[in-house]
């Protein structure tokens, strides 16, 4: 399974920006899509994450009512649209699959596929 995402950039505060992390390879309905983001000098942290297979989004309580996350099986992509974006906000942001859609939808050591990672700043 190879990811790509895309969609960062350079906004201000209250700007919004959408991500993409489009899957090719071999995904199954089991397969967490999610997206985590690391700022410079702190852990990799959860953002959101959603099965293939259906079901609501799971959201970290920093981005809940933010930001929201999507999928479309038929082109193998997930979208994080990010609203009211804040300047703690800005971090490489990262989208990882978890083959065995396991429980630990938030542990970045729970996912076996990552994309290359984009950059969201976010000027005050």
């Known amino acids: 399974v190879q990811l790509q995402a895309s969609g960062g950039g350079l906004v201000q505060a209250g700007d919004s920006l959408s991500l993409s992390c489009a899957a090719s390879?071999?995904?199954?309905?089991?397969?967490?899509m999610g997206w985590f983001r690391q700022a410079p000098g702190k852990e990799r942290e959860f953002v959101a994450a959603?099965?293939?297979?259906?079901?609501?989004?799971i959201y970290a309580d920093s981005v809940r009512g933010r930001f929201t996350l999507s999928r479309d099986n038929a082109k193998n992509t997930v979208y994080l649209q990010m609203n009211s974006l804040k300047p703690e906000d800005t971090a490489v942001y990262y989208c990882?699959?978890?083959?065995?859609?396991?429980?630990?939808?938030?542990?970045?050591?729970?996912?076996?596929?990552w994309g290359q990672g984009t950059q969201v700043t976010v000027s005050s």
């Open positions: 390879g071999r995904t199954f309905s089991s397969y967490t």
């Open positions: 959603i099965r293939w297979s259906g079901g609501s989004p």
């Open positions: 990882a699959a978890d083959k065995y859609g396991s429980a630990s939808y938030n542990i970045f050591r729970a996912y076996d596929y």
